[in-house]
């Protein structure tokens, strides 16, 4: 959208594709708002909405996070603020993100992000633009900065050992900073161990981030002695907005998951596809199990387990018949061990939402809703009976046998499709008997890294024609 005050526009804000406007009227007297698409689009999906007036706005905030078990002092920028100061009190919250806003007498802010943590926090203490002047950090930690200027430098140092795998993470634009995070380790030699410019994290933004700025390490040590981390803006920009956390720590390996579709609609009786994606955190590459947590009875996952080393999985549900149409909030829960303690996260229900046509997110939504049709009779899924596992070997392929529903008999024209599976996996062959099918699986081995494991969820389709004394007698029926 672009926004036009006579002589004023804007067509975005910062990185964000919606503007915001900054006018001091210069006289009394009547002006006039103009709005239209940046590139002259129009569609009824093109929706807005737009606040004017002098209403509060924040425009950077400073720290962008701190300690729990502390109360905090947040410096705000901005304009129309009834205050550039705001005391959040986190001496009872959990580690995470909180929304916060700038109360006023009329209006509040803008929303804002603020993050908690439990390391150790320093601030950032300028004059250490170069490695003979680097400020001095004690591991774990997380350093509270600022690009104050353009070109400026902020270069760090500590002692490691070798062997010592640490993680170095600026979070900036992913806490809607401007700052366009660089992140370079040398040893103190000013020999380069490890860069990163931009780290692209799945779950920013409840997945609608598009502007994967911030910088991400993890690296092993190759020797002791003192190791120097610089951090600096990759457009050469800076100021007072210009705001950033480095975590300097060893690995906290952990993940988070998401479950989509948000809304699931499946007849009683019947089985549907879903998918949890894990986003896995400093490393972590373990099993994850999965599991519906306190469902009503008669629910049932299939498949629930996301494999080592795997971001993706497609799973099963299969709800019982019902008498009467239902809607069901669900909540799937993933367990996994990682330094030998068992730690469970709650998957947060998402879309699969898709950008210019190409790019993917997995937007994040309140609930997990599950919609039963009523429907008469149990529908049964065809059953693999090749073995718990299949297993093709790469580049070759494996043959294999599937019972079928007895109801599937009166079927014509029966067809068996892999739903969503990898590519270069492909079904052929297919030959179906009275109460048995087999079809052959081929794995191209330019397409498929051999170690791949998951499920495969075949869609089953035919033609059944009506009884001949029905109605509607001679019109075909795809089920």
């Not at 103009?34 to 999906?45: F, K």
């Not at 309140?366 to 093709?392: C, K, M, N």
């Amino acid at each position: 959208i672009e926004v036009r005050v006579t002589v004023t526009r804007k067509a975005d804000f910062r990185f964000n594709a919606d503007p915001v406007l900054h006018y001091e009227v210069p006289a009394d007297g009547e002006y006039i708002l103009e709005i239209r698409d940046a590139i002259y689009r129009g569609r009824e999906d093109f929706v807005y909405r737009i606040t004017m007036g002098e209403v509060p706005y924040v425009t950077g905030t400073f720290p962008l996070g701190g300690r729990s078990g502390a109360s905090h002092t947040i410096e705000a920028t901005g304009w129309n603020l009834p205050s550039q100061k705001l005391v959040f009190d986190a001496k009872k919250q959990e580690p995470g993100l909180s929304v916060l806003s700038v109360p006023g007498a009329r209006f509040a802010s803008n929303r804002f992000s603020f993050v908690v943590d439990v390391l150790p926090e320093v601030f950032e203490k300028e004059g250490n633009n170069s490695p003979k002047d680097a400020q001095s950090l004690k591991l774990p930690v997380i350093v509270n900065g600022r690009i104050d200027r353009p070109g400026d430098y902020d270069v760090f140092r500590f002692d490691g050992r070798a062997g010592d795998t640490i993680v170095a993470e600026v979070t900036a634009r992913r806490l809607e900073s401007p700052f366009d995070a660089a992140i370079e380790l040398t040893n103190e030699a000013g020999q380069r161990i490890a860069f990163n410019d931009d780290h692209e994290d799945a779950g920013a933004v409840g997945g609608r981030g598009t502007h994967h700025a911030d910088s991400f390490l993890m690296v092993a040590l190759p020797a002791n002695g003192r190791y120097v981390i610089r951090v600096y803006d990759v457009q050469h920009k800076g100021g007072p907005e210009y705001a950033y956390r480095l975590r300097v720590s060893a690995p906290r390996p952990d993940f988070e998951l998401r479950v989509s579709p948000s809304g699931i609609n499946v007849l009683g009786g019947g089985t549907v596809p879903v998918t949890v994606t894990a986003l896995r955190r400093d490393g972590f590459t373990g099993d994850i199990s999965l599991a519906l947590k306190n469902a009503p009875a008669g629910l049932t996952l299939s498949g629930a387990e996301i494999p080592a080393g795997q971001d993706r999985v497609r799973m099963t549900l299969t709800v019982p018949p019902v008498s009467a149409a239902s809607l069901i909030s669900l909540r799937v829960e993933g367990r996994a061990t990682i330094q030998g303690k068992t730690v469970t996260r709650l998957a947060t229900p998402a879309d699969d939402m898709t950008q210019a046509f190409a790019y993917h997110h997995l937007v994040t939504a309140s609930d997990l809703l599950l919609s039963i049709s009523q429907r008469g009779g149990t529908r049964v899924a065809s059953r693999i009976v090749s073995g718990e596992q299949v297993r093709i070997p790469s580049g070759g392929s494996m043959r294999v046998r599937a019972s079928i529903p007895p109801g599937y008999n009166a079927f014509e024209n029966l067809q068996f499709e892999l739903n969503d599976a990898p590519d270069g996996l492909t079904l052929r062959d297919l030959s179906v008997a009275m109460g048995g099918a087999q079809f052959v699986l081929e794995a191209d081995s330019t397409k498929l890294k051999p170690g791949l494991r998951g499920n495969l969820i075949v869609t089953i389709s035919g033609e059944r024609a009506p009884p001949a004394n029905a109605p509607n007698a001679g019109a075909r029926r795809r089920l």
